[in-house]
């Protein structure tokens, strides 16, 4: 199976073409404009693997958490390039994507994306050396100071971080002993890990359950609301004090 995949969740515009677990192409650029970067990508990606689109059997996206704009823009370009030749599509969790990256090594990972204000989007997986990754926990939006609690419990354990909140948390003095320093080449987002775990999710999935995999199935998956909808809520908050004080 030929999957096509794409991660614009972070601050990295990510994408890969693999056939089952095997890649045959990737790219990835740490980017402001994800709209002007990701459909070139992907048609480089199509040239060197030497695939038509029309010879995509499966497309993957990542649906978040993870930037507004970026996770509408990815689920944008996948729902209206699988449109035309009706190409299945899975939205994958941005947090599991990074996790599949692991895949083949004994450690607990943490993905973790910037949310701002002291915040980061993370979850944690276990993955092992028969290349399975297991969920440990809910993909949340949490303090820093919280997730390094949560991990005090897997002390003695090698902790890997990835994501573009990597820098942010390791080095802190409150994480236990066993967080390792990540290769660079890791903590950056690959969309090689989206397109194994939609590979798996595809393969278990029931006749009845694929016919479920369209394009126009794919939605964001918000764990908060956008920056906007708080600053708008914050102004009316405001003008309504204000009224309230002129009674």
Same mark, same amino acid.
């Given at each position: 199976?030929?999957?096509?995949?794409?991660?614009?969740?972070?601050?990295?515009?990510?994408?890969?073409?693999?056939?089952?677990?095997?890649?045959?192409?990737?790219?990835? &650029?740490?980017?402001?404009?994800?709209?002007?970067?990701?459909?070139?990508?992907?048609?480089?990606?199509?040239?060197? #693997?030497?695939?038509?689109?029309?010879?995509?059997?499966?497309m993957a996206?990542?649906?978040?958490?993870?930037?507004? +704009?970026?996770?509408?823009?990815? &689920?944008?370009?996948v729902?209206?390039? #699988?449109?035309?030749?009706?190409?299945?599509? &899975?939205?994958?969790?941005?947090?599991?994507?990074?996790?599949?990256?692991?895949?083949?090594?004994?450690?607990? &990972?943490?993905?973790?994306?910037?949310?701002r204000?002291?915040?980061?989007?993370?979850?944690?997986?276990?993955?092992?050396?028969?290349?399975?990754?297991?969920?440990?926990?809910?993909?949340?939006?949490?303090?820093?100071?919280?997730?390094?609690?949560?991990?005090?419990? /897997?002390?003695?354990?090698r902790?890997?971080? +990835?994501?573009?909140a990597?820098?942010?948390?390791?080095?802190?003095?409150?994480?236990?002993?066993?967080?390792?320093?990540?290769?660079?080449?890791?903590?950056?987002?690959?969309a090689?890990?989206?397109?194994?775990?939609?590979?798996?999710? /595809?393969?278990?999935?029931?006749?009845?359950?694929?016919?479920?995999?369209?394009?126009?199935a794919?939605?964001?998956?918000?764990?908060?609301?956008?920056?906007?909808?708080?600053?708008?809520?914050?102004?009316?908050?405001?003008?309504?004090?204000?009224?309230?004080?002129?009674?």
């Open positions: 199976m030929r999957i096509l995949a794409v991660d614009t969740c972070a601050k990295t515009a990510a994408a890969a073409i693999t056939e089952g677990r095997t890649l045959l192409a990737e790219s990835s &650029v740490k980017t402001d404009t994800h709209s002007v970067t990701l459909l070139p990508m992907i048609e480089a990606l199509l040239r060197a #693997a030497d695939t038509k689109l029309g010879e995509i059997d499966l996206v990542t649906v978040g958490p993870g930037s507004f +704009t970026g996770v509408r823009i990815g &689920v944008s370009a729902k209206g390039l #699988a449109f035309a030749d009706r190409i299945p599509c &899975v939205g994958i969790s941005s947090l599991e994507g990074m996790a599949y990256n692991f895949a083949g090594i004994d450690t607990l &990972v943490v993905p973790v994306i910037d949310a204000r002291g915040m980061v989007y993370a979850a944690l997986f276990r993955a092992s050396s028969d290349g399975t990754v297991t969920r440990l926990t809910e993909d949340e939006q949490l303090p820093m100071d919280e997730l390094a609690e949560m991990l005090r419990g /897997y002390a003695g354990e902790i890997y971080f +990835t994501g573009d990597t820098g942010m948390m390791i080095g802190r003095d409150d994480l236990p002993e066993g967080v390792a320093v990540t290769p660079e080449k890791l903590r950056i987002p690959s090689y890990g989206v397109a194994a775990r939609a590979d798996a999710i /595809y393969a278990e999935a029931s006749e009845a359950a694929k016919e479920g995999f369209t394009d126009a794919l939605a964001p998956v918000y764990l908060r609301k956008s920056q906007a909808e708080r600053e708008r809520e914050e102004r009316l908050a405001k003008q309504n004090n204000g009224s309230e004080g002129s009674l």
